[in-house]
């Protein structure tokens, strides 16, 4: 997939391969990161839902591992809705039990549609030059899914 016009080492390109993965990886993980900061920053009664991070300033939540693993967890979901996009149903139900579980750590439904947009504020200056309108819409509207799906299942 990624050869290099240098080197005709077959190995060469699964190297770059794993080299964009990871980047890819970091990159979106900051991203969820500087995600879950701002929506703290911007709806400080969302951090008053999560217990481990209460009266938590920003610069020790950039280091906290709860936070960390919070924000791959959410990564996951991300991940999982866009690689299993062909089967609608399976995410569906993902989402649909997510959001079920949400009751239970007392979120509030209107939570749901604020990390949509605070992920995109935290993802456009990562991708850079490859942001454009168009990457905008496709994650506003995988949020909005998202949010949508997860939603249906706290309204009982």
């Not at 190995?11 to 995600?35: H, N």
């Not at 920003?58 to 866009?82: F, P, W, Y």
Request: charged fraction near 20%; aromatic fraction near 14%.
């Amino acid at each position: 997939m990624f050869t290099s016009c240098y080197n005709h080492d077959p190995s060469s390109g699964a190297k770059q391969y794993e080299r964009v993965e990871l980047q890819f990886f970091v990159s979106y993980f900051y991203a969820a990161i500087i995600t879950v900061i701002a929506l703290f920053e911007t709806h400080p009664e969302v951090q008053s839902v999560f217990m481990p991070f209460k009266a938590q300033n920003c610069e020790s939540l950039m280091d906290n591992v709860q936070l960390k693993s919070h924000a791959l967890r959410v990564m996951g979901t991300v991940d999982k809705c866009i690689n299993r996009f062909h089967d609608p149903a399976k995410v569906r139900d993902m989402l649909h039990e997510l959001g079920a579980r949400h009751v239970m750590y007392n979120a509030k439904v209107d939570y749901m549609d604020l990390i949509g947009p605070q992920f995109i504020w935290a993802i456009e200056p990562v991708l850079g030059e490859h942001w454009t309108p168009e990457v905008e819409q496709a994650w506003s509207d995988l949020f909005k899914f998202i949010s949508y799906i997860m939603k249906g299942a706290m309204t009982f």
